[in-house]
């Protein structure tokens, strides 16, 4: 029982990791100018680990059943960080 258990978290983790890899999102520039996207996107990502860090579990191999509220939290900010910052600095979504 307890492997099976171990399984789903594992299973669960790591869709969780596809999922929000695959939902980046695209961004142009309201100018039409993109010659700082590439600075902007590290400055960004930068300024959004530093203000909303992404939770770590206690076991990297597995998170614990009352962590995921806490990884999907903290993800959903680290992301909203990113975006605003980006929105901020002219970009618009795509």
Known sequence: MKLKFTI???LGAVALLLLTASCTTNYTHSSGNNSNKD???RSCGNQ???NAPTYICRNPLMCAPD????VIDSISR???YYDQCMLQKGYRAQ
């Open 8 to 10: 789903n978290n594992l």
């Open 78 to 80: 680290n992301n909203a």
């Open 48 to 50: 959004a680990k530093l």
């Open 39 to 41: 600075t902007d996107l």
């Open 67 to 70: 962590e995921f509220g806490i």
